[in-house]
């Protein structure tokens, strides 16, 4: 029988727990409506600690979002049309979640059906084997799953023991009433004749005696049952303990750090679901146990006792108090982080939420929270408990929030949407600093009550480390400090310390995960890549990978000092390409077009071995954000001689007049792209369309691209026959004037013998050619008709 029919006849809290294993992470509806499709993927052959396994997932996703819209297709009726949308929207939700982390897609369903298989198994006592569902993750599900049924057996255990001592009490007093009656009964014997009191004493005498000494009895068992309950609620609140630390300290922890790595361009963090199901369990459970120990201690108020107890009861009340609190005060965190470059007077939002919020019914009187700017030492005294109320380092405005509870999935949170910086206050810097090196943080406070005002907290959360900057030059460098505090801040920190230096291949990963993200590919960072960012970062000339792994690289060889004989840093360099790439280049890089990382010399050496007319694109050693064209030709100076040329780079402003694929195609004399495949091949495809034919007299004027050197006609007799205009400075945009007139290509060479352009010798063409395309067509052409 299929797992999911099982699932559904669950019952009390094992269909409790089966429930919280959905979300906004995984509808429900999504295992309903594809549980047969679900439960017939190959879920446990691919494994998760592998990266190499992501395209299986990448391919498990895109088989579920099909499946979904596949579903929503056939979706007939009125009730049909609504659950149409909600699938269609299922669809679109799961492949914007996973689509840059599949394997957590694979994670989340493992778990699903491991924990499902496992309450459906414990619910009908079978043996049968679970069947490889469980990877390192499920395992620690599962612990921790285990741990909470044994707290929930404990504390029954308890509240079991506590009925029993409370009826056991209420006996005890009883029978003291009674001993009280008798002990009267014989004080008014006194008022008796002789005889009769003689008569009746002997009795009372003796029941006295027989309740006394039960009562005796009674006193020490009742003490007894008291001195066990306190043991058993000590165990109790150890595991307690324990369980807590493995969800706040790991689990949490872990949680954030991958927010952390997630600000540099990781997989996203992930729901906060589970956690927030596993907190509220251990705010049921602690609350539980607070409640039996606060009667116990009524009741030993109730019938003091001499001994022990009062002590011990003492005590485990301060722990219960330090344990809820602890969860109270880490579960008040930054679900959607502030941005960590924040520029002034511009608007930004973040969300905080309190995971034991709906629990602990904080929601019934909705706290206010309020956002501040502050400083590192501010921060620093922050976490040393140092009095710095009403410090700040700025003004934040819109920076109050109600926390608001939502209903349907159970979080209460504060959406701050219209934050904005209204000022900074800056500190002194530290030797050579800039202030795109110094870091400040967004602090998030409030105060609630829990129980009917029994417990008043006061919690903080800090944001991520934030740069801030007042103008947008400035973003590639505070990016560089994001970026490097993210990489390779320790947990637990003092705000907000960094290692001063890093191993190359730490960085590597980092450099490597930014990379990626900003530019939206699976395709990262080769090993020849990063050999060649290596031989640029150390000024060094080895190829080989392992000379680099022990190699450590500063702060200041990162982003503070220049390279050697430039104006700019290794980060700024690097950002410089991402920029580039992700703007502009982002289909050829995925391609594998752009070999990119190639200095001058490597070009060389790879296109003498080629057939002429074969190019490769490589990224500008000498300027930000530009990319070159390299290719092998005859020389014209020399007979029979061949040698490498290289147009000078191009950078976004060129690309906004001409994209890099027309750039290609304007080009004749480039024929392969290295190492042999022809161009058209590669590029085709994103060739912009011809241009249609002259609407109501007028024509379109058509810019293309020359290099005067390698000029030839184009063949092609629907274009006409037109010769070309040199655009100068960058690889010439041209016009083409189809009959109206013709002007001679510029008989200077404008490469040099590096293949290189003279800026000089051309801006007077570039400005030509820029006035030429500004003037009506009739002053252009003398006359045509317009």
């Given at each position: 029988m299929a797992v999911?029919?099982?699932?559904?006849?669950?019952?009390g809290?094992?269909?409790h727990?089966?429930q919280?294993?959905y979300?906004?992470h995984f509808?429900?509806?999504?295992?309903h409506y594809?549980s047969?499709?679900?439960?017939s993927?190959l879920?446990?052959?691919?494994d998760l600690?592998n990266p190499?396994?992501e395209?299986k997932?990448k391919?498990?996703?895109?088989s579920?979002t099909?499946?979904?819209q596949?579903k929503?297709?056939?979706?007939?009726?009125?009730?049909?049309?609504?659950l149409?949308?909600?699938?269609g929207?299922y669809?679109?939700q799961l492949k914007s979640?996973?689509?840059?982390?599949p394997?957590?897609?694979?994670?989340c369903?493992?778990?699903i059906l491991y924990?499902?298989?496992r309450l459906?198994?414990?619910?009908t006592?079978s043996s049968?084997p679970?069947?490889?569902?469980?990877?390192s993750?499920?395992?620690k599900y599962?612990q921790?799953?285990?741990?909470?049924?044994e707290l929930?057996l404990?504390t029954?255990d308890?509240?079991?023991?506590?009925?029993k001592?409370?009826?056991n009490?209420e006996?005890f007093i009883?029978?003291?009433?009674e001993?009280?009656?008798?002990q009267?009964?014989?004080?008014?014997?006194a008022?008796?004749p002789?005889a009769?009191?003689?008569?009746?004493e002997p009795?009372?005498l003796?029941?006295r005696?027989?309740?006394?000494?039960?009562?005796t009895?009674?006193?020490?068992?009742?003490?007894?049952y008291?001195?066990d309950l306190?043991?058993?609620h000590?165990?109790t609140?150890?595991?307690?303990?324990?369980?807590q630390?493995?969800i706040?300290d790991?689990?949490?922890?872990q949680?954030k750090?991958?927010?952390?790595?997630?600000?540099?361009?990781g997989p996203p963090?992930g729901?906060?679901?589970?956690l927030?199901?596993w907190c509220e369990k251990l705010a049921e459970t602690?609350?539980?146990?607070?409640q039996?120990i606060?009667?116990?201690e009524?009741l030993?108020q109730?019938?003091?006792?001499?001994?022990p107890i009062?002590k011990?009861l003492?005590e485990l009340n301060?722990?219960i108090?330090?344990?809820?609190?602890?969860?109270?005060t880490?579960?008040?965190?930054?679900?959607k982080?502030p941005?960590q470059?924040?520029?002034?007077q511009?608007?930004?939002?973040?969300?905080?939420?309190?995971?034991v919020?709906?629990?602990?019914?904080?929601?019934m009187n909705?706290p206010?929270?309020?956002?501040t700017i502050?400083s590192e030492q501010?921060a620093?005294?922050?976490?040393?408990?140092?009095?710095?109320?009403?410090d700040?380092?700025?003004?934040i405005?819109n920076?109050?929030?109600v926390?608001?509870?939502?209903q349907?999935t159970g979080?209460l949170?504060a959406?701050?949407r219209?934050?904005?910086?209204?000022r900074?206050k800056?500190?002194d810097?530290?030797?050579a600093?800039?202030?795109t090196?110094?870091?400040?943080t967004?602090?998030?406070e409030s105060?609630?009550?829990v129980?009917?005002n029994?417990?008043?907290f006061?919690v903080?959360?800090?944001?991520?480390?934030?740069?801030?900057?007042?103008?947008?030059?400035q973003?590639n460098?505070a990016?560089?400090?994001?970026?490097w505090?993210?990489?390779f801040?320790?947990?637990?920190?003092?705000?907000?310390l960094v290692p001063?230096?890093v191993l190359?291949?730490?960085?590597?990963?980092a450099?490597n995960?930014?990379y990626?993200?900003e530019?939206?590919?699976?395709r990262g960072l080769?090993e020849?890549?990063?050999v060649?960012l290596?031989?640029?970062?150390?000024s060094s000339?080895?190829?080989?990978p392992d000379d680099y792994r022990n190699?450590?690289?500063?702060w200041?060889?990162f982003?503070?000092?220049s390279?050697p004989?430039?104006n700019f840093?290794?980060?700024?360099?690097f950002?410089?390409v991402?920029?580039?790439?992700?703007k502009?280049l982002?289909?050829?890089?995925?391609d594998g077009?752009?070999?990119g990382?190639?200095?001058?010399?490597q070009a060389?050496d790879?296109l003498?071995s080629?057939?002429n007319g074969t190019f490769?694109?490589?990224?500008?050693?000498?300027?930000?954000?530009?990319?070159?064209?390299a290719w092998?030709a005859e020389?014209p100076?020399?007979?029979?001689?061949?040698?490498?040329?290289?147009l000078?780079p191009y950078?976004t402003?060129?690309?906004?007049?001409?994209?890099?694929?027309d750039r290609?195609?304007?080009?004749?004399h480039?024929?392969?792209?290295?190492?042999?495949?022809?161009?058209d091949?590669?590029?085709?495809k994103y060739?912009?369309?011809?241009l249609?034919?002259?609407?109501d007299?007028?024509?379109?004027?058509q810019?293309k691209q020359?290099v005067?050197?390698?000029?030839?006609?184009?063949?092609d007799?629907?274009?006409?026959n037109?010769?070309?205009m040199?655009?100068?400075?960058?690889p010439?945009?041209?016009?083409h004037p189809h009959?109206y007139?013709?002007?001679p290509?510029?008989?200077?060479?404008?490469?040099?013998?590096d293949g290189?352009?003279d800026?000089?010798?051309?801006m007077?063409?570039a400005r030509h050619?820029e006035?030429?395309?500004?003037?009506p067509?009739?002053?252009q052409?003398?006359?045509?008709?317009?």
């Amino acid at each position: 029988m299929a797992v999911w029919i099982q699932a559904q006849q669950l019952q009390g809290d094992a269909l409790h727990q089966m429930q919280s294993l959905y979300g906004q992470h995984f509808p429900i509806e999504v295992r309903h409506y594809l549980s047969q499709w679900i439960e017939s993927q190959l879920w446990d052959a691919i494994d998760l600690e592998n990266p190499q396994e992501e395209f299986k997932a990448k391919r498990l996703l895109d088989s579920l979002t099909q499946e979904l819209q596949n579903k929503a297709e056939h979706q007939v009726g009125e009730d049909g049309f609504l659950l149409k949308i909600k699938l269609g929207h299922y669809a679109s939700q799961l492949k914007s979640t996973y689509d840059r982390c599949p394997l957590e897609l694979v994670r989340c369903i493992k778990h699903i059906l491991y924990t499902e298989q496992r309450l459906v198994r414990e619910a009908t006592n079978s043996s049968s084997p679970v069947g490889g569902m469980m990877d390192s993750m499920s395992q620690k599900y599962q612990q921790i799953n285990q741990a909470f049924e044994e707290l929930r057996l404990l504390t029954q255990d308890t509240e079991n023991d506590l009925r029993k001592l409370q009826h056991n009490q209420e006996y005890f007093i009883i029978q003291y009433q009674e001993s009280l009656r008798i002990q009267a009964q014989l004080t008014s014997l006194a008022t008796l004749p002789p005889a009769d009191r003689q008569l009746r004493e002997p009795a009372l005498l003796s029941k006295r005696a027989t309740v006394e000494a039960w009562l005796t009895r009674e006193a020490n068992t009742l003490q007894k049952y008291r001195l066990d309950l306190a043991e058993k609620h000590q165990k109790t609140l150890q595991l307690l303990r324990k369980q807590q630390t493995i969800i706040l300290d790991d689990e949490l922890i872990q949680w954030k750090r991958r927010q952390q790595l997630a600000g540099n361009g990781g997989p996203p963090e992930g729901g906060l679901d589970i956690l927030q199901s596993w907190c509220e369990k251990l705010a049921e459970t602690i609350w539980q146990n607070r409640q039996q120990i606060r009667r116990a201690e009524h009741l030993r108020q109730q019938l003091p006792i001499p001994g022990p107890i009062e002590k011990l009861l003492n005590e485990l009340n301060s722990t219960i108090t330090d344990i809820i609190s602890a969860l109270v005060t880490s579960t008040f965190i930054i679900e959607k982080q502030p941005p960590q470059v924040l520029k002034t007077q511009t608007k930004f939002a973040a969300t905080v939420r309190l995971l034991v919020g709906g629990k602990l019914n904080v929601h019934m009187n909705p706290p206010q929270v309020k956002a501040t700017i502050v400083s590192e030492q501010q921060a620093k005294a922050l976490l040393k408990n140092e009095n710095t109320r009403n410090d700040s380092s700025g003004e934040i405005l819109n920076n109050n929030c109600v926390m608001e509870y939502h209903q349907t999935t159970g979080t209460l949170s504060a959406h701050f949407r219209n934050m904005s910086l209204k000022r900074i206050k800056r500190s002194d810097r530290r030797g050579a600093e800039s202030v795109t090196e110094e870091k400040f943080t967004i602090l998030f406070e409030s105060q609630f009550s829990v129980g009917g005002n029994e417990l008043v907290f006061q919690v903080k959360t800090l944001s991520l480390p934030v740069v801030v900057i007042v103008h947008g030059s400035q973003d590639n460098n505070a990016t560089a400090t994001v970026l490097w505090d993210n990489a390779f801040a320790e947990p637990g920190r003092v705000p907000f310390l960094v290692p001063d230096k890093v191993l190359w291949p730490q960085l590597c990963d980092a450099i490597n995960m930014k990379y990626k993200a900003e530019v939206q590919s699976n395709r990262g960072l080769s090993e020849e890549n990063l050999v060649f960012l290596a031989q640029k970062a150390f000024s060094s000339s080895s190829n080989n990978p392992d000379d680099y792994r022990n190699m450590t690289m500063t702060w200041s060889q990162f982003n503070r000092e220049s390279l050697p004989g430039r104006n700019f840093t290794f980060w700024q360099w690097f950002d410089g390409v991402m920029e580039l790439t992700k703007k502009h280049l982002k289909p050829h890089w995925n391609d594998g077009a752009i070999l990119g990382f190639v200095n001058k010399q490597q070009a060389q050496d790879m296109l003498m071995s080629k057939p002429n007319g074969t190019f490769l694109l490589r990224f500008s050693d000498s300027e930000i954000g530009g990319i070159t064209i390299a290719w092998v030709a005859e020389n014209p100076n020399k007979a029979g001689e061949r040698m490498v040329w290289n147009l000078m780079p191009y950078t976004t402003k060129d690309f906004s007049i001409r994209s890099l694929a027309d750039r290609i195609s304007d080009l004749n004399h480039l024929l392969f792209l290295y190492p042999d495949r022809h161009k058209d091949e590669v590029f085709s495809k994103y060739y912009t369309p011809p241009l249609s034919k002259a609407v109501d007299g007028y024509v379109k004027p058509q810019i293309k691209q020359v290099v005067p050197e390698f000029t030839t006609a184009n063949p092609d007799p629907a274009i006409g026959n037109p010769t070309y205009m040199d655009h100068g400075a960058s690889p010439a945009p041209v016009n083409h004037p189809h009959a109206y007139g013709i002007y001679p290509p510029m008989s200077d060479s404008m490469l040099d013998t590096d293949g290189d352009f003279d800026l000089d010798d051309t801006m007077d063409v570039a400005r030509h050619v820029e006035e030429l395309l500004r003037r009506p067509v009739e002053s252009q052409w003398g006359g045509q008709q317009s």
